[in-house]
């Protein structure tokens, strides 16, 4: 079982490298930007501190943090031989080391993935002037918008490792980063929060990726709505508001998902996979409490939705 389970991360991440490159052909080589900027309205401005919001159990519920992140083991730790920029940026995505604080319990973060580069928050890519990704010429709220941008949450890492950024750089011949970032290094994409459970304890994050922009939720409402046609009869019943949704959605297929990604060189990298969503490292329903990041975040999950009091505000 261990073999087998080193033989699915390897190949997983081997398809996350595959995904990188693509990124970092088009922001480097500069072949074009995924999306024109679009239009951008008044946003709900939904970062709060030290608080944010997220999903539990079909509602939202809010996170109030309570102590800074940690990221154990550090990402020298885990790449000793790796370049010094590893050594500045302790947070690691696309390896995970499983469970290593007491008590801990898993925090899924939705990454929409169908938003293309916007999701890393640089303008030019097509995010908000917040960081905010966008889809088709609207702006996607999340939870957190990407790290280092206006929309960013407290308590989470501007930046992140990944071992497979460092293999596609020096593969692509660029030995100083993309973005102006140390080599290995790319901006904490934006993103939303699931939980399966309330209360104060750590929390270890296991990234997904979301393909479908039907099963998005909004984050201030809970809800999904249909944005883009569906081969489903019903296209929002999986909406990620609660882990029974996202652990059907990682099974469901929509061969519909091949239009709504059309040009998204993500979807393109990772096969245009058909299922609803991707968890790399993950790839069965059992697995999807397994971590796939070295993160660890410090919140308190109660009841209540943070952002019904909140205003509108121009970005």
Known sequence: MQTDRKTKKGISNLVFAVTVAVLLVVAAVGIGLYYTKPSQPPTPALKMEPESGGFFNSGVVTFIYNGNYTCTPSSASLFPSESSSVNTVPCEVGLGNGSTVANAQPVWVLVPAYAGLSIFGVPQLGASSQGYPTYQGQIILTDCGAGGTKAACADHPTLMYSPAFTVVEKYLNITSGVFGLPEGVLPTPAHSHLVNYEGDVPWYTV?????????????????????????????????????????????????????????????????????????????????????????FLYFNVVNGNPYLNLTTQAP
């Open 207 to 295: 990234a997904v990726l979301v393909f479908d922009p039907n099963i998005m939720p909004n984050p201030v409402t809970g809800q999904c709505t249909q944005v883009v046609p569906s081969s489903l009869s019903n296209p929002t019943a999986n909406c990620l508001n609660s882990l029974a949704a996202l652990q059907s959605a990682l099974t469901t297929s929509n061969p519909a998902i091949a239009a709504a990604n059309k040009g998204n060189p993500i979807y393109d990298a990772l096969g245009m996979p058909s299922t609803q969503v991707v968890v790399p490292g993950d790839l069965t329903i059992p697995e999807l409490s397994n971590a796939n990041s070295n993160l």
